[in-house]
């Protein structure tokens, strides 16, 4: 199944580039997981404020499943579930972020069965296939809440796939990472999949 982004030639070029140099062992994945989690669930909750104690443990669990687990649509129900155990499930409601406005509620079920497609067979790689999950994930917004918490989730498991290693998205990140994700909601993916490229690539100069 093909995806519904557009992405340019140089940005792909850059992509695939970055992919190629930054794999590393499996090892070297699972210590740089072990090592940052904490920090990196501290982080992400403090992006969606939502910093205390009781997210963080249950991003936490989410986190232990996520890596654990296959992705697919009953995989990233279960990961919300952990997130925001009390709002779990596809929203039945209309949400709003920004100046964004998801599709209806009705829509969500047959979106989510199309994304889940895409993830049982994508058509892209790498970082990009990472920055459009989680791009796609966002747009649809499947959730009432928790559905930024998610998304990293599923795109560092992506990244995990392909021998790099997370993306350690700070609280410092927060403006540069929103405004690189308001052109995918016009399926424009260049600038997120930069983004995703110059942190990887930082994280690797110890930046």
Not at 17 to 26: A, C, D, P, Q
Not at 137 to 147: A, Y
Not at 195 to 202: E, G, H, N, Q, T
Request: with cysteine; glycine share 6%.
């Amino acid at each position: 199944m093909e995806h519904p982004f557009k992405i340019s030639t140089y940005v792909r070029g850059i992509a695939d580039g970055v992919t190629n140099e930054l794999r590393v062992s499996g090892v070297a994945v699972i210590m740089d997981r072990r090592r940052h989690r904490d920090t990196d669930i501290h982080h992400s909750c403090k992006i969606e404020g939502v910093d205390d104690s009781k997210h963080r443990g249950q991003l936490a669990r989410a986190w232990h499943y996520c890596r654990a687990t296959a992705l697919s649509k009953t995989s990233v129900l279960e990961i919300q579930a952990f997130i925001e155990p009390d709002q779990s499930g596809y929203r039945d409601c209309q949400v709003y972020v920004g100046d964004y406005v998801p599709v209806s509620h009705e829509f969500v079920p047959s979106m989510m069965q199309e994304y889940h497609d895409w993830l049982m067979s994508p058509d892209e790689g790498g970082v990009i296939h990472a920055a459009i999950a989680h791009c796609w994930f966002t747009n649809i917004h499947p959730f009432v809440d928790g559905n930024g918490r998610t998304g990293r989730l599923i795109t560092n498991r992506i990244l995990n796939h392909y021998y790099l290693q997370n993306m350690h998205l700070r609280f410092g990140d927060r403006q540069k990472y929103y405004e690189a994700l308001q052109p995918a909601n016009h399926n424009e993916l260049d600038e997120f999949v930069l983004f995703v490229c110059d942190k990887l690539w930082r994280q690797k100069n110890g930046n």
